[in-house]
């Protein structure tokens, strides 16, 4: 079965410093991994997701992420934050082995706020 | 519409009484998700849509939960004697097919049961 790992509840950052949310996965075959933003009283938003390729993941709003498998680890990145970017972050994984359906797990998530 | 959508936004319902909760999914999107999610939670998955065909149940909690799609567009989930701990917010999301495209979330139902 797979399971993610967010072992940060919260995030604190200056605006206009470099963010970093971490995220470890663990499934059995190939990972599809997925990152979403919820803000109060809205619904998950889609940022980002790695299924193949380069390893550096670029998504909405100017985040990316770092698939690294020797780590199982997929580290959510903004080079500057916002004061805006401040909500709560899920990251998501599914078993990639076959094309049908995988449900996606989700982490507990990570609260990022980030001071003016 | 342009995203999922689902009604109602909030629901209270007393303890012992029956909700249906309905989830619009994007136009034309094969997948179809039911997730719980309580506070403090992460989303937890219920069960599993493509088209009309419920392919995976084995997140509903208990027999009190029923899902149905039966044209294959909109979705309703149903909760039987609502409990305390059924309590949460409730989410649907569409993906265009299974695998791997992601998937697009409603605003979700939060139910409080009292």
């Known amino acids: 079965a797979q399971s993610v790992a967010q072992p940060e509840d919260q995030v604190n950052v200056a605006e206009g410093n470099p963010l970093t949310v971490k995220c470890t996965y663990s499934?059995?075959?190939?990972?599809?991994l997925f990152w979403y933003v919820q803000y109060p009283n809205r619904g998950l938003q889609f940022l980002l997701k790695?299924?193949?390729?380069?390893?550096l993941v670029k998504g909405s709003y100017g985040f990316e992420a770092e698939f690294n498998k020797s780590q199982t680890s997929f580290h959510l990145k903004k080079p500057s934050a916002l004061v805006s970017d401040s909500a709560l972050y899920f990251c998501?994984?599914?078993?990639?082995?076959?094309?049908?359906?995988?449900?996606?797990?989700f982490g507990t998530g990570t609260r990022l706020l980030v001071s003016p | 519409g342009a995203g999922v959508s689902q009604s109602p936004r909030y629901k209270v319902a007393k303890r012992g009484q029956d909700v249906a909760l309905r989830c619009d999914p994007i136009?034309?999107?094969?997948?179809l998700f039911w997730y719980q999610q309580a506070l403090g939670q992460g989303p937890e998955f219920l069960t599993y849509?493509?088209?009309?065909?419920?392919?995976?149940k084995s997140g509903l909690p208990s027999d009190r939960f029923f899902a149905e799609r039966p044209e294959g567009s909109v979705s309703t989930l149903k909760i039987q004697r609502t409990q305390q701990e059924d309590s949460a917010v409730y989410l649907c999301?569409?993906?265009?097919?299974?695998?791997?495209?992601?998937?697009?979330f409603g605003q979700g139902t939060r139910l409080t049961v009292v």
């Open positions: 999301a569409s993906s265009l097919r299974a695998g791997n495209t992601e998937a697009f």
């Open positions: 499934v059995s075959g190939n990972p599809y």
């Open positions: 790695y299924i193949t390729g380069d390893n």
């Open positions: 998501a994984v599914r078993d990639g082995r076959n094309t049908g359906f995988q449900k996606l797990v």
């Open positions: 136009s034309g999107h094969v997948s």
């Open positions: 849509f493509q088209n009309e065909a419920q392919l995976d």
